[in-house]
């Protein structure tokens, strides 16, 4: 955190907004799981992959393999309009940040579906074919914007507060792609395909932008690794195990926002928060 030069508030902002974002849990067996180990000072630890249970060989079972494309992007905006003084300078923040975060993998992944009995409502299973930690690794790479200004001026003698006009529409990774490594899974079951993300994954450190009135760098409550969570599609088996070649899942967040209160150090005010999340899936069919 930067110092703030005897002002005082160069303390972790407090927010207001209710609780964090739930990080999710592995899911089960039939699980397609993208996973990476983070690398890097300040990532997070790998995580471990637990093989695959081997799905069961019915005879007569009806399958179907995907080579599958896989890609996402979610953005994320924050808006801060904060003021305040601690007895000796005043300052004000106004600042927005603008954040878009992708990854795919579109090489070395396929599927198996398993259609285990007959009729309409017989189970489908989905494997990863060729591995039994079904672990494949993923770079994200996430860019960060900013625009505003914050200012500090004296309230008392001048010499006790050099008074500083900041530009934040700078920094020393604006603009710039940092990559991280995530762990992201496709879960099928009920005729549901539910993306999510396993664990909390690498934590981005991007500084955009840096300032001495804030007290630091600002995060942002939707960026990667929390964006907001993605709703579940439906794959009819009717489409797994009919004839055509190929088929796209598109899966998308709500559009998720916030608006509450925010406290760093002396500054009070308001922050606004914006993010939404899009995946898209496409299935190739295998001979």
Request: contains cysteine; glycine residues 12%.
């Amino acid at each position: 955190m930067v110092d703030g030069r005897g002002i005082g508030w160069s303390r972790e902002p407090t927010e207001h907004v209710g609780a964090p974002l739930p990080i999710p849990i592995r899911v089960m067996a039939c699980v397609l799981t993208v996973a990476g180990c983070a690398t890097g000072a300040g990532l997070a630890a790998a995580q471990t992959v637990p093989a695959v249970p081997a799905v069961p060989v019915v005879p007569g079972a009806e399958t179907a393999e995907f080579r599958l494309v896989i890609e996402g992007t979610s953005t994320a905006t924050r808006d801060l309009d904060l003021g305040g003084s601690n007895g000796i300078c005043d300052a004000q923040v106004n600042v927005h940040l603008e954040e878009t975060a992708t990854w795919q993998r579109g090489r070395g992944v396929v599927v198996r579906f398993t259609k285990l009995g007959t009729g309409p409502r017989a189970p489908v299973l989905m494997t990863r074919v060729g591995s039994p930690r079904p672990a494949v690794t993923v770079v994200v790479s996430a860019t960060r914007t900013s625009s505003g200004a914050a200012t500090r001026t004296p309230s008392g003698p001048p010499e006790a507060c050099p008074p500083v006009s900041e530009d934040l529409s700078g920094g020393p990774d604006c603009g710039k792609p940092d990559r991280s490594r995530a762990v992201m899974s496709l879960l099928y079951a009920g005729g549901l395909l539910r993306i999510r993300q396993t664990g909390l994954g690498a934590l981005p450190e991007i500084d955009c932008p840096v300032s001495q009135v804030y007290g630091g760098t600002p995060d942002m409550r939707f960026s990667w690794p929390t964006p907001p969570a993605l709703r579940p599609e439906l794959i009819a088996p009717s489409l797994i195990f009919g004839n055509r070649r190929a088929f796209v899942v598109r899966a998308a967040s709500g559009r998720a926002r916030t608006n509450a209160p925010i406290a760093s150090g002396p500054l009070t005010g308001r922050v606004s928060d914006f993010g939404q999340n899009r995946v898209t899936v496409r299935f190739i069919r295998l001979p």
